[in-house]
Structures are given as structure tokens and as C-alpha cells.
């Protein structure tokens, strides 16, 4: 089936573009860009007047709950959530039941996804079996089945040399590993950022030197080997500067961070409440401060999720026993859009960050709109209004901090190989 | 003035004016405690019921004694004979006793906040008899009654706090109440058991020695070191710890003459207290416990809204 896309902002960082373009899609593949494109009759138009048209946008850090705890979330709701939240294409994490460690379950979630998911799903293996930070996973069949990067997320690889043997290895296999930086015994049983907001509240703390300690090791780490390094889900001032430093040096490293980083502070966990409940915590000002700096200046390469369903049973407890986690597939683009709002960030450079930029750390042949490439397009209407509402979630749970929110901007349409998969 | 409460959760949630009205109750509840038939009819026919999930005596028993000198029947119910142990979620164990039709469920708990998440889904009054490391404010009002018995006032008195504030709901109740009724506080302990930004908890002070919280102090409240709460990590050991933090004879002589000793209990003797303080002039510890119960029969009552019957 082809398709015209007419007359939108076609904003494509990979190629330079800004400006009002018509897009015509054969075969599931970007065809031509151009203005006035004519296309053959029968072609399917969109009218994207007034609508921004970007290459279809990755989630790099999801958890689609798919195999193990499907009450959660499933490969089907995971990837219709993606789809409504204007994602192309998700980066699933290994933490299901069994582990993602091998070819079986790498093979099943992308069978799944190919027979069944709305989007494009890219498996993440993990670092080391059943990732239990023991010993290294099989990352040479993991990649040949389809995995794109491997982590332990969730866990960090407390293991100093463990971690340091997962770099060497995992270069020579050519994938890359994806830090979950945290120092355990500074977490301790800490539920919530440590600061004045724990103190109120009598909550046990976890300091940001937690996240901050781990970063640096595993920085530190990717300098000396040389290897690739992805930090997931950063969330302080601390982090980022050694982050910054490290790029500067020429260290390997790449990192992302997630919208309720830029968008809540430790006062959301006020009347103790669990959807604000997440690791790493929601930190301060000053924190919410650099990683909108650091988004600016290029320190932060992407935007992701990290996508954490949680059935109500696991959420609508005391505050110390609910699970860490929220969804945020079907916010992401909103609260991203903020950022150009209130002019941190431009709108090439968020396309930068959630579409082309967690392609080229995945090394997955999207994230661009060149003709011959594969026709992920998500199509922006900036204007739309609309309030998040946990009814009308495509996902299977409705963990938000962000439900009650009127926000501005949505995906008007999801394309997936030149295939309408959402509709606004 | 009347108290508008359903529930009575932390006293930094309640204004001066609803402390002062709870201190004033209690202080006209403990005529019944001195009389030889200690009960009044005033909660007749209401249901309490105590559910405790942390082990506790002096507080269980006190909210006990409270209940029935005011004639309500009380249950107990105690962690290790609950559902808990079956699994059974906190909600779900509250709905089958709000079921029971209760007037009134005391709660003890160790997660901070659970006192909040209970309030908000049961519709009978919930009273916080200590949940985790956030308030205890029956602990709270007890001391702020015992220190007025003694000075007749509030205001203007410097107030020493020594010990674990990290891990003292005490602490919390106690700040929140004595900074709201004009008391100066000054607070004391090993650097591992101050939390970070507990100045802004009201304006208090946070001092580098034991010496200079309570020099010329007029009430010094020495925390207990929770040795089961927590880590290993936080001093090298009780030794050290009663050396720098401890309040013996000697250093009480930095206080005022007459300075108050309290301690909410239990005591871990020659630790936080040597026996010549805990057992000294100075202490007012058992004075606490009893103010404990007049200060839970005014509690109590508030929430329940009744009227008082004296006769």
C-alpha cells in the first residue's frame, strides 16, 4: 500500500531537514521528499498541514512485561501503548520471567512482536545469565538473534571486574552494554530520593551519590576498555557532570534520561504517593535544573521511557512495599514537547533525541526519513489538548504520576513500514 | 474552639490552636485517672480497636487504658496474631475490620505514610500510634503536657533533643509540636543520624555537639538508639556512642539545674541515660507515661466527636 503525506513540517535531523514537505511511501519504504510529490492514483493521502513529520520515534529503554508477568503488560498492550505514544520502534528490557539470556526467549519476543506487536520490537539481552551478576551471558548468540544491546537493568553488575570483563566481551561481539549505575549498599532500603522531602516524610533515603558512585565506576570502566558504554535512566546533577567529562575526554559514552526527570521533583512523592515511586527517584530541582542543561548541551543523547508497568496490586500499598516504576510510553511525547515549550530544547533536536540518536546507539537502520529507508513516520499534531486519563491508556496499567495532567501535544498518526498503526 | 478531624496522623498537620484544645483535654481527663472508679461513660457503645504491627507496651497498653476509662470496648490485635502473617495486604486486612463497624482503629505501623494511605480509604477515624520514621504524635502531645506541667508554658524554653533523629518519629511529632508552640529546639547526635535538611523541619537547630544542645536547655529529650532498626553502619558501637551522645550526671550539669530529662522508651540504661539520670531529680520519664493516658483519652474523644460526660 502507498501513502502521501502531504504538505506537513517534516523535521528529519539525519538528513538536515526543516521545512514543509510532502513524503510518498511504496512498499513500506521512504520513496521521495519533496514539494508538490505526485503519487500514483490510489495512493492513501494524509493531510499533515499544520502537523510535524518525523522519522518514527524509538523508545530505547522499555519494559514490555513479555514473557513471565503478562498481568502487567504484554508484547500486544506494550506495543499499542508504543503506537499511541507515537513510537515506532521500543527497546525491551530482559528483566521477564525466564530472563532474556538466551535465544528462546529472544526468539519468542520477536516472533511475537512481528506476528502480533504494533511496532518494531528490539530486544535487549542481558549482561549476565539470568542476570544475577554472576557470570556473562551468551552475548554472541544473543546478538545473532536479534538482541541489540545487553544490560541488566534493573540490577546493577556489582562486580567491578565482572563488569569490567562485560565491556571487553561484549565489544568483541560487537554489542553494547547498557549500565543500570547504582551502588547498592548506598541504596540500602531507600524508597525515595534522600533530602528534605525524605526527612519530612520519614522515608529512607537514597542518596544521589548511589547513582553517582556507580556512574563514575562504570565510566571509568569504559575508558579502560575502550567499549561502548550507555548509561540508563540518569537522574542527577552528579552523573551528568562525569557523564560531560567523560565525552570530553573521548570515553565511549552515551546516556539517556527519562521525561519524569525533567517534569516531577521529590515533592510528587508528598501524601505518599506510589505512582511517584521509581528508581532512580525523582530527585530536586536542582537535579531536574542540569538534566535540562545537560539535554541542551548534548550530554544527554536520548530521551527513553524506561516503561514500568505495574498492576494496581503492586502500587496501591504502603509506601515502602509498592514496586518502582511507571508507564510512560503514552506521556513521553507530550512532556518532551515541553522542553521546546519553554525553549530548552528545539524541536530538531528532541526528533534528535527520541528518534535518530537512540537509533545510532542501538545501530538499528531507523531513525531516518532518506529515501529507501524503512517508512517509520510519526506525524505530530503540537496543538492537540488532552488530558491523561488511565481509562483511555492503551496499557495494561495504569502506574502515572502524570494521570489528572491537561498536556499539549500528541502523535496524530503512527506509521510502522509505510502502515498506519495509529490514528489519532 | 472544636477538633474537625476525622483522623489524627502528625501534629505538623494539626494548628496550635487543635494541640492546645488536645493538651487542655487531656489535662481535664486526668481527674478521672486519679479518681477510684476510673471510667466514664463518654464512649459507650464505641468500638477501638488497636492494631499494632510493630511490638510496643507502654503505647498499646496506654491507648488500652485510654479506651476503656472512657467505657469503649477495645480490641487488640498484634502483627504476629493478624492475616498479616498470611499475606494479607494492609487494605485488604483494614476492610474486614472496617467491616466490623469500628469507631476508631489505632494503628501502629512501620512504613511511614501507611496511617495516610489507611485514612483515605476507610471511613472510621484512624489515630497514629507511630508509623515508621515519621510521627508519633500521641508521643508528641505527652511531652508537650509533661513539659507544661512543669513550667506552665510552652513558648521560650529551650528544648535539647538528642539521639537518632534520622530514625525518630518522636523527633518528628515532638518538632512539629514544640516549634508550633513557640519552644526553641536544638538537636544533637552523631552526623550519621541527622537528616539532611531537618533544620527546615520548623526551625530548629542542628548543633555539632551534645554540649551546645543542651547547655542552660530547660528539657533535654534523649532518643532511644533503635539498635533494631538500624544498620550496623551508623556508629561504631554503643560504648562510643553513650561517651559523646549519652546523658550522665556529669554533663547534665551543662543543663539548667532543674532541667527536665525525658525519654519516650524504652530505656536502654547506660546508653542514651546512665540509671543516676533515668532514676535522678531531673527525670520526668514516668510522668511521661502518665500523661500518655490522659493524653489518649483526648484523643481519643476528639475524634470521636463526642461530648464530654464527667459525671
Redesign the interface.
Known amino acids: 500500500m502507498n501513502l502521501l503525506i502531504q504538505g506537513g513540517r517534516v523535521i528529519d535531523p539525519s538528513q538536515g531537514i526543516d521545512e514543509v514537505l510532502d513524503i510518498l511511501v511504496e512498499n513500506g519504504a521512504v520513496k521521495e521528499l519533496g514539494k508538490g510529490v505526485k503519487a500514483p492514483s490510489g495512493t492513501e493521502t494524509i493531510d499533515a498541514s499544520g502537523l510535524i513529520v518525523t522519522p518514527g520515534l524509538i523508545d530505547m529503554h522499555v519494559h514490555l512485561r513479555d514473557p513471565g508477568h503478562e498481568y502487567k503488560e504484554d508484547i500486544v498492550s506494550g506495543t499499542k501503548a508504543a503506537a499511541a505514544g507515537g513510537f515506532t520502534s521500543v527497546a525491551c528490557m530482559p528483566n521477564t520471567k525466564p530472563v532474556n539470556d538466551n535465544k528462546a526467549v529472544t526468539s519468542y519476543i520477536i516472533a511475537k512482536a512481528k506476528a502480533e506487536g504494533s511496532v518494531n520490537v528490539f530486544p535487549v539481552g542481558s549482561i549476565t545469565q539470568g542476570s544475577k551478576g554472576e557470570l556473562l551471558s551468551e552475548m554472541g548468540e544473543l546478538k545473532e538473534s536479534g538482541c541489540v544491546a545487553v544490560s541488566d537493568d534493573g540490577h546493577p553488575v556489582t562486580n567491578s571486574e565482572l563488569m569490567r570483563r562485560a565491556l571487553e566481551y561484549a565489544k568483541g561481539m560487537g554489542i553494547m552494554v547498557i549500565s543500570h549505575a547504582e551502588d547498592l549498599s548506598l541504596v540500602?532500603a531507600g524508597v525515595m530520593n534522600?533530602?528534605?522531602v525524605?526527612?519530612?516524610?520519614?522515608?529512607?533515603?537514597i542518596p544521589w551519590a548511589a547513582e553517582d558512585a556507580a556512574t563514575a565506576r562504570d565510566v571509568y570502566l569504559a575508558e579502560f576498555t575502550d567499549s561502548p558504554l550507555h548509561i540508563a535512566h540518569v537522574s542527577t546533577k552528579g552523573s551528568l557532570r562525569i557523564i560531560r567529562n567523560a565525552k570530553a575526554r573521548g570515553v565511549k559514552v552515551t546516556c539517556e534520561t527519562a521525561p519524569h526527570y525533567f517534569s516531577l521533583t521529590d515533592d510528587a512523592v508528598r501524601?505518599?504517593d506510589t505512582n511517584a515511586k521509581m528508581n532512580p527517584p525523582l530527585r530536586t530541582a536542582d537535579d531536574v535544573t542540569a538534566v535540562k542543561e545537560a539535554l541542551k548541551d548534548g550530554t544527554i543523547d536520548a530521551i527513553a521511557t524506561d516503561h514500568a508497568p505495574h498492576h494496581i496490586?503492586e502500587k496501591?500499598?504502603?509506601?515502602?512495599?509498592a514496586l518502582n516504576g511507571i508507564v510512560g510510553l503514552e506521556t513521553s511525547l507530550t512532556l518532551s514537547l515541553r522542553l521546546v515549550e519553554e525553549g530548552v530544547l528545539t524541536l530538531p533536536v528532541l526528533v534528535d533525541k527520541m528518534a535518530c540518536n537512540p537509533a545510532k546507539i542501538l545501530g538499528i537502520d531507523r531513525g531516518t526519513l532518506k529515501p529507501g529507508s524503512v517508512a517509520d513516520i510519526t506525524v505530530i499534531d503540537p496543538k492537540a489538548t488532552w488530558t491523561v486519563d488511565a481509562d483511555k491508556l492503551a496499557s495494561k496499567s495504569k502506574n502515572s504520576p502524570f494521570l489528572g495532567w491537561e498536556v499539549k501535544g500528541a502523535a496524530a498518526f503512527t506509521i510502522v513500514g509505510g502502515k498506519v498503526v495509529y490514528k489519532r | 474552639m472544636g477538633f474537625k478531624h476525622k483522623d489524627i496522623i502528625a501534629l505538623k498537620d494539626l494548628s496550635k490552636d487543635e494541640i492546645e484544645l488536645l493538651i487542655s483535654t487531656a489535662e481535664n481527663m486526668r481527674e478521672i485517672n486519679s479518681r477510684d472508679i476510673k471510667k466514664v461513660p463518654t464512649l459507650r457503645g464505641k468500638t477501638i480497636i488497636n492494631l499494632f504491627y510493630e511490638s510496643s507496651t507502654r503505647t498499646r497498653t496506654s491507648f488500652e487504658i485510654a479506651g476503656k476509662r472512657l467505657s469503649a470496648d477495645t480490641v487488640n490485635i498484634t502483627a504476629s496474631t493478624s492475616s498479616a502473617t498470611k499475606g494479607e495486604t494492609l487494605l485488604d486486612t483494614a476492610k474486614n475490620l472496617e467491616a466490623m463497624k469500628p469507631d476508631i482503629v489505632v494503628m501502629r505501623h512501620a512504613v511511614s505514610g501507611s496511617h495516610y494511605f489507611l485514612a483515605k480509604r476507610l471511613s472510621c477515624s484512624i489515630i497514629n500510634a507511630g508509623d515508621g520514621a515519621h510521627e508519633h504524635p500521641s508521643q508528641g502531645l505527652l511531652d508537650m503536657l509533661t513539659i507544661k506541667d512543669r513550667y506552665g508554658r510552652l513558648d521560650g524554653l529551650k528544648v535539647a533533643i538528642v539521639g537518632d533523629i534520622t530514625h525518630s518519629r518522636v523527633a518528628r511529632s515532638d518538632i512539629a509540636g514544640f516549634t508550633m508552640m513557640g519552644s526553641r529546639v536544638f538537636l544533637a547526635g552523631p552526623p550519621t543520624m541527622m537528616p539532611p535538611g531537618v533544620e527546615r523541619l520548623g526551625n530548629v537547630t542542628v548543633c555539632a555537639t551534645m554540649k551546645e544542645a543542651i547547655q542552660d536547655a530547660d528539657v533535654i529529650i534523649m532518643l532511644r538508639i533503635q539498635q533494631e532498626r538500624q544498620g550496623k553502619t551508623l556508629i561504631p558501637n554503643t560504648r562510643e556512642y553513650s561517651r559523646y551522645y549519652g546523658l550522665n550526671p556529669e554533663n547534665l550539669k551543662w543543663a539548667k539545674p532543674d532541667a527536665m530529662v525525658m525519654h519516650p522508651g524504652p530505656i536502654n540504661r547506660g546508653v542514651e541515660l546512665s540509671s543516676y539520670v533515668a532514676d535522678g531529680a531531673n527525670s520526668h520519664v514516668l510522668k511521661q507515661v502518665e500523661n500518655g493516658v490522659a493524653v489518649r483519652m483526648a484523643m481519643l474523644y476528639h475524634v470521636s466527636g463526642g461530648t464530654l460526660v464527667t459525671e
Not at chain 1, 198 to 205: A, D, H, M, Q, V
Not at chain 1, 316 to 321: I, T, V, Y
Open positions: 540500602g534522600e533530602g528534605f525524605s526527612t519530612e516524610l520519614g522515608l529512607k533515603g501524601g505518599y496490586d496501591d500499598l504502603e509506601f515502602n512495599e
